[in-house]
C-alpha cells in the first residue's frame, strides 16, 4: 500500500533562506511522485512530479526536488525563499497501475519578512 | 490548459438535507476523483471514477455517493448532511497512464453543515 509522511505540519523560514520541506513515502513498487501547492481559497496546482526520469526534479516558481530510493525521500527545496511562496504544500504518491494518488497531510510555509 | 470547476465555491446546507456538489472538467480525461479536504488530514479520497456510470470507493466513501452520467461530470452526493460533513471538498480529473499522469484541481467547495 502506498502512504506519504510530511515531517512538519508548519515551516517558518526568513524571506531569501533555503525553504526545505520533507516527504517521506511508502510503496511497494517504484513510485511516481508530487508536490502539489495550495495557495489561500484555491484548489491545489502541481509544482512538479517524477515519474523514474531524472532523480532531480525542477518545477515552477524555483522549486526542486529530489528523488532518492535509499532513503524513500522526495524533499521539496527552494534556495531563497520569496514572500509570495507562503502556502500550503503536500506531497503525493502513486504507484503504476493504480490511477488513485494518496497525500500526505501538508505542510504551511510562512515566510518572514 | 485543463479547467476544472466546481459550481459552488461556498454552500451552507442544513442537517439532513440532501447535497449535491458538481463538478465539470473539459480535457475529456477518464478519470474523476473526489476528495476531501480537513486541516491536519490532508486530502483524503471520498471516490472515483474511471469511466462514465464506472465508480469505486476510496478512503472514506461513508455517508457519501457518486453520480456519473456524461464524461465531463463527476457528481459528489451527501444522501443526508451532518455536521461532521462540513468541510472543503475538491475534485479533480486525471488522463489515464500508469500512475504517472497529475491530478487537476477545481478551485474546491467550502460546505457547512449546520
Known amino acids: 500500500a502506498q502512504s506519504v509522511t510530511q515531517l512538519g505540519s508548519h515551516v517558518s523560514v526568513s524571506e531569501g533562506a533555503l525553504v526545505l520541506l520533507r516527504c517521506n513515502y511508502s510503496?511497494?513498487?517504484?513510485?511516481?511522485l508530487f508536490w502539489y501547492v495550495q495557495y489561500p481559497n484555491q484548489g491545489l496546482q502541481l509544482l512538479l512530479k517524477?515519474?523514474?526520469?531524472?532523480?532531480l526534479v525542477k518545477g515552477i516558481n524555483g522549486f526542486e526536488a529530489e528523488f532518492k530510493k535509499s532513503e524513500t525521500s522526495f524533499h521539496l527545496t527552494k534556495p531563497s525563499a520569496h514572500m509570495s511562496d507562503a502556502a500550503e504544500y503536500f506531497c503525493?504518491?502513486?504507484?503504476?497501475?493504480?490511477?488513485?494518488?494518496?497525500f500526505g497531510t501538508g505542510t504551511r510555509l510562512t515566510i518572514i519578512p | 490548459d485543463v479547467k476544472v470547476t466546481q459550481s459552488s465555491r461556498y454552500l451552507v446546507k442544513r442537517t439532513g438535507e440532501k447535497v449535491f456538489l458538481e463538478c465539470v472538467q473539459d480535457?475529456?480525461?477518464?478519470?474523476m476523483f473526489w476528495y476531501r479536504q480537513d486541516p491536519g488530514l490532508g486530502l483524503r479520497l471520498i471516490y472515483f471514477?474511471?469511466?462514465?456510470?464506472?465508480?469505486e470507493k476510496g478512503d472514506i466513501p461513508e455517508g457519501y455517493s457518486v453520480s456519473r452520467e456524461k464524461k465531463e461530470r463527476f457528481s459528489l452526493i451527501l444522501e443526508s448532511a451532518s455536521t461532521n460533513q462540513t468541510s472543503m471538498y475538491l475534485c479533480?480529473?486525471?488522463?489515464?497512464?500508469?500512475?504517472?499522469?497529475?491530478?487537476?484541481f477545481g478551485n474546491g467547495t467550502r460546505l457547512t453543515v449546520t
Open positions: 479533480a480529473s486525471r488522463a489515464p497512464g500508469q500512475g504517472g499522469s497529475p491530478l487537476h
Open positions: 510503496s511497494s513498487v517504484p513510485p511516481y
Open positions: 517524477y515519474t523514474s526520469a531524472a532523480t
Open positions: 503525493a504518491v502513486s504507484e503504476s497501475g493504480n490511477e488513485k494518488l494518496t
Open positions: 480535457m475529456d480525461h477518464e478519470n
Open positions: 471514477s474511471y469511466d462514465v456510470k464506472m465508480k
